[in-house]
């Protein structure tokens, strides 16, 4: 089964780091952003990628070269002009049609990290009748949240909270019947999906597993800081954390 990885960002966001990189190429504790994603890739069992690149893409065809070192078939749709993240799909496709015989395929967003258990995505994928499945994840407020009764007295305090929705987390399981329903030039999300969503014909798997997107500069940060929080808990186990006043857990 073959993976496509849209790794073709500027990441403007995250400048200077990406003046000579593109964005899923900018490190998080000495590995690139990619990385992170072709192991976890290689650990779902996944027999190859194809990696959708334009911008500074030698950057990343000299990292990974044809995937030896990670155990995987590792090959370039290189867009010659922007073609959006459809477009650049339906270009990766065009190769990994080639080679795939499985009648899937798992298109991911370069530049996430993340865990969760990709077959139990496919699982759900094959279970339904739907041409896409794509992973949710829940909304994290960005802020602080303060809880009042009605009279207006602060009741409490909650530091980033999961709010009652769900987002694209950029993770798709693709059947092949789509490569016809993606756009040469454009966004997938403006186009085939809402199609798909009218039609009944798109699925959700909802995931609460780590997930991070990096688009700035503290998402960089963070980043750093949950990974080297697991890294210690992975070594020495959990460490509960004291209540502190109000504050409730983040």
């Not at 952003?33 to 976890?40: A, D, F, G, P």
């Not at 779902?44 to 990628?49: E, F, N, Q, Y």
């Not at 207006?152 to 009652?164: C, D, M, T, V, Y």
């Not at 963070?222 to 409730?248: C, H, T, W, Y």
């Amino acid at each position: 089964m073959y993976a496509v990885i849209l790794a073709g960002g500027k990441g403007e966001r995250l400048r200077p780091l990406t003046e000579d990189r593109p964005k899923p190429m900018v490190e998080v504790l000495g590995m690139p952003v990619l990385e992170y994603q072709i192991r976890w890739l290689k650990l779902s069992g996944m027999d190859g990628v194809v990696i959708s690149c334009g911008y500074r893409h030698e950057v990343i065809e000299e990292y990974f070269g044809k995937g030896e070192k990670w155990g995987l078939d590792i090959s370039y749709a290189v867009e010659a002009e922007p073609l959006g993240r459809g477009g650049g799909i339906k270009q990766a496709l065009s190769k990994v049609r080639l080679r795939d015989k499985s009648g899937l395929v798992v298109v991911t967003n370069g530049d996430i990290i993340t865990r969760f258990d990709l077959q139990k995505t496919i699982e759900s994928h094959n279970a339904s009748d739907a041409m896409a499945t794509i992973v949710v994840v829940p909304l994290i407020s960005p802020y602080g949240i303060v809880d009042l009764d009605e009279s207006g007295s602060i009741q409490g305090f909650r530091e980033k909270p999961e709010l009652p929705y769900w987002i694209n987390g950029g993770v798709y399981i693709l059947s092949k019947g789509i490569y016809d329903l993606l756009p040469d030039k454009g966004d997938h999300e403006v186009t085939t999906f809402p199609r798909l969503a009218r039609e009944g014909r798109l699925n959700a798997f909802q995931s609460r597993e780590y997930w991070r997107a990096i688009d700035t500069s503290k998402d960089l940060s963070e980043a750093k800081k949950d990974l080297e929080e697991q890294m210690i808990q992975a070594f020495l186990g959990r460490v509960e954390k004291p209540a502190s006043g109000n504050a409730g857990q983040s």
